[in-house]
């Protein structure tokens, strides 16, 4: 009875690690699809954070408008 016991445990662990394992395998895979977007989101926003209007990344040329017209400094004119 112990040893049929250790052995549902055993597989638990090694179910467990293959979920881990595909999870994994799957962000690397969706990393290095949208890598390139993340980074230059990621980027603008901290550019943003630090108070300076953000510059579109040649990554995502839509930002490029939108990131243009306005930052965060904008949002504090008229204030004291």
């Known amino acids: 009875m112990l040893n049929n ?6 597989q638990g662990m090694t179910e467990y690690i293959i979920i881990v ?7 690397i895979a969706i990393y290095g699809i949208f890598g390139d977007t ?3 989101q990621m980027g ?9 209007t953000g510059t579109a990344s040649m990554a995502d040329p839509d930002t490029d408008a939108a990131s243009a017209t306005r930052g965060l400094t904008d949002f504090s004119e ?3």
């Not at 016991?5 to 055993?10: A, I, N, V």
């Not at 394992?21 to 962000?27: Q, V």
């Not at 603008?44 to 300076?52: H, K, N, R, S, V």
């Open 5 to 10: 016991r250790l052995r549902q445990l055993g």
């Open 21 to 27: 394992a595909l999870i994994a395998i799957a962000a």
């Open 38 to 40: 993340i980074r230059g």
């Open 44 to 52: 603008i926003m901290t550019e943003e954070l630090a108070g300076q």
């Open 78 to 80: 008229g204030t004291q």
